[in-house]
């Protein structure tokens, strides 16, 4: 029982440390690569709002993301992009997000 308990500390403690990870951000030393071309197709109805593609950093390597169109959240209109910052210490990771 004590096993149980002890082992689901452990998961709830790494899961918790990964979502604050995510939350905070990173520094990548190098910056992402150019972003490729995206074909933006005729949005599904007037209520969506394309949000660009970004990469984003995983494993270790720079993975692109694909734009898609989604619906703003309620009150929100505009979305603010995926962006990578130089700072002094590498780059860091800013996340889109509804404004």
Known sequence: MKTKKYLFHVVA????????????GY???TGP???PDEVVVVAPSPQ???????YDYRGGVYVWVQGSY???P???TKYVP????KTPKGY???KGHWK
């Open 70 to 72: 989604q619906i703003p």
């Open 48 to 54: 969506y709002v394309w949000v660009p593609g970004y």
């Open 82 to 85: 995926h962006e990578w910052v």
């Open 92 to 94: 860091k990771h800013g």
């Open 13 to 24: 403690l790494i899961a918790g440390a990964q979502l604050l990870v995510a939350c905070s």
């Open 33 to 35: 690569p150019m972003p």
């Open 74 to 76: 309620r009150g929100r």
């Open 27 to 29: 520094i990548v030393a």
